[in-house]
């Protein structure tokens, strides 16, 4: 017949399996027996080490108020400390089992008492199965841990160890006689507020894992709280906070390295997320993101509109993460343009667009004005006042007299190059609604459309219009098919980037010199272009020259003259 209640509880057998259940490093260790000492009042922590052949041997002393009942320290979840101090801290009970598995000495002395004790706990008597006997010793108020470790290559050394557990720890601690350097926790932060006992400190930067987030009276955690970024600067805010008597945070057992996910741990980050804000809030301006504005005043803390300050518009470009730097797809300069009666926001396009687009805004007065998008700002009044330049558009004029336009020439009509008469690039001013206020009109000399069946930024598939006035030099068109078209494959199976980037520029160049130069002037450039691009075959120092007829081709090779 089955119960009609159950309810949890642990096996006896549980302590045989203690060994298995502590695992933690050196630095875990000493983390643990500081904690101890602290909550037992200590007004300093003494630490001695030596090491023989990679054998660590430490002995851990302090001033605190000792053991009283030496049984509470070797039962596995029993804290034995106060009411006070377990809402505050959560002492789990764990402290000295962090050691098992190992022999350890404990030395200790309680002010209730007229004699200290001391017991040897061996490797293998941390399970419950053996009696320890304690014996009479001579010892002031307080406790010594001693036990040997050993050094392993994967973790710190003993003298580092001890080191990082004494940084942020809220005692002296006295190392082989020298005090240990402390800093205090929060002495980079850029901003502090307290919080329930806890303080909150705003850094600059984002959180690195390699740095602690939180510190528990010197136990530090490597975890990531709040992060708040500015969106139009490389600006970055943390939280990073030090725990003081705040009841309800508890961190995960055994380790102590993450927090417990509970109503206070939610409330913490809250708090901090707050902070951030109150800390932005104090400067002269911000670049917040309208939805990060909101959010701050959601939480309290009220923040004008972000500075109204916009990149300046550039050109959208082919994909660059496979190593070009130069090339990007932002569609947005470094440098920054204020905002005003004049200003104009690009609406992003496709790079064949923006690039003979950008040309053609060369001697137009709209130029300078011109900001590049920032979605991001959304929302704030005077970034949608902004006008938008919008529906950008070619149009031209064939050698016959026929007009085209970017739509005809999109379909069967414009399948191959094209020599134009002339050509014109329109758009549309329009509000942030999309209504037309006016449009705008400029005379070009080149416009770039697509094969949409097989364009991916394929440049046999781009067809170019120009028009016949040599403005347009074949270097400058192979720069702008660079920017529009070349796009390398990261394929395992694929060449270099720089052998794909050499084949591209080697086609591109000759397209550009099939189109802007004569019959004979094309010849010539693609032969000298298809030569320097051997170049490194001819030996150091030698001079080559070459005759080339329909029969045969003859090749001498000379010496450079020595300089005078």
Not at 391 to 408: H, K, M, N, R
Not at 439 to 462: H, K, R
Request: charged share 20%; with cysteine.
């Amino acid at each position: 017949m089955l119960p009609s209640s159950i309810r949890p509880s642990v096996a006896e057998n549980t302590i045989i399996k203690v060994t298995r259940l502590f695992n933690g490093t050196l630095t875990d260790v000493l983390n643990e027996l500081l904690q101890n000492a602290r909550r037992a009042g200590a007004s300093c922590v003494a630490i001695s080490h030596h090491t023989d052949d990679d054998i660590a041997t430490i002995c851990v002393t302090d001033d605190g108020s000792g053991v009283e009942q030496p049984a509470n320290l070797l039962t596995l979840g029993s804290s034995g400390w106060d009411g006070s101090t377990i809402a505050r801290e959560d002492p789990a009970g764990m402290g000295v089992f962090s050691l098992a598995g190992r022999e350890v000495t404990i030395t200790s002395c309680h002010a209730a008492h007229d004699s200290a004790w001391r017991v040897t706990i061996p490797a293998d008597g941390w399970t419950g199965e053996t009696d320890l006997v304690l014996h009479p010793a001579e010892h002031p108020i307080g406790t010594s841990l001693r036990f040997s470790i050993e050094q392993s290559p994967s973790q710190p050394k003993a003298e580092q160890a001890i080191a990082a557990v004494a940084r942020f720890f809220p005692l002296p601690v006295i190392v082989n006689g020298i005090e240990a350097k402390r800093e205090g926790f929060l002495d980079s932060a850029l901003h502090r507020t307290s919080w329930r006992g806890t303080t909150i400190g705003v850094h600059a930067g984002s959180n690195s894992w390699k740095e602690p987030s939180v510190n528990f009276h010197g136990l530090t955690i490597n975890h990531k709280l709040v992060t708040v970024s500015e969106s139009l600067t490389a600006r970055h805010y943390h939280a990073r906070v030090d725990i003081g008597d705040t009841a309800g945070l508890q961190l995960l057992l055994p380790a102590r390295k993450e927090f417990v996910v509970n109503e206070a741990y939610a409330e913490l980050l809250i708090a901090c997320e707050r902070a951030i804000y109150e800390h932005i809030a104090l400067q002269p301006s911000h670049r917040l993101s309208f939805e990060d504005w909101q959010r701050a005043a959601e939480l309290g803390v009220t923040l004008p509109e972000a500075d109204p300050v916009l990149k300046r518009w550039a050109p959208a470009t082919s994909h660059s993460e496979y190593g070009n730097p130069s090339l990007s797809r932002q569609g947005a300069s470094g440098e920054e343009i204020p905002v005003d009666a004049g200003t104009v926001i690009v609406l992003g396009d496709d790079a064949f667009v923006e690039q003979p687009f950008d040309r053609a805004l060369v001697t137009h007065p709209m130029g300078p004005y011109l900001a590049a998008e920032h979605s991001s700002y959304a929302g704030f009044a005077w970034y949608d006042a902004v006008a938008r330049l919008q529906d950008v558009e070619f149009v031209v004029t064939t050698v016959d007299g026929q007009i085209l336009s970017a739509t005809e020439m999109a379909a069967d009509q414009f399948k191959a190059d094209l020599r134009a008469q002339a050509i014109a690039c329109r758009w549309n001013i329009a509000t942030a609604a999309g209504d037309v206020l006016r449009q705008e009109t400029t005379p070009t000399d080149i416009a770039l459309f697509v094969d949409d069946d097989y364009w991916w930024e394929n440049l046999e598939a781009l067809r170019i219009a120009w028009t016949d006035t040599r403005a347009l030099k074949p270097e400058e068109l192979v720069n702008l098919l660079e920017c529009v078209c070349f796009s390398p494959s990261d394929d395992s199976a694929a060449d270099s980037w720089d052998t794909q980037h050499e084949a591209f520029l080697r086609d591109a160049r000759s397209r550009a010199n099939t189109l802007l130069l004569s019959a004979d002037e094309a010849i010539v450039a693609n032969i000298r272009d298809l030569i320097f691009a051997n170049r490194w075959r001819l030996p150091q120092g030698r001079t080559v020259t070459i005759a080339i007829g329909q029969e045969a081709v003859a090749v001498e090779l000379g010496d450079l003259p020595e300089a005078a």
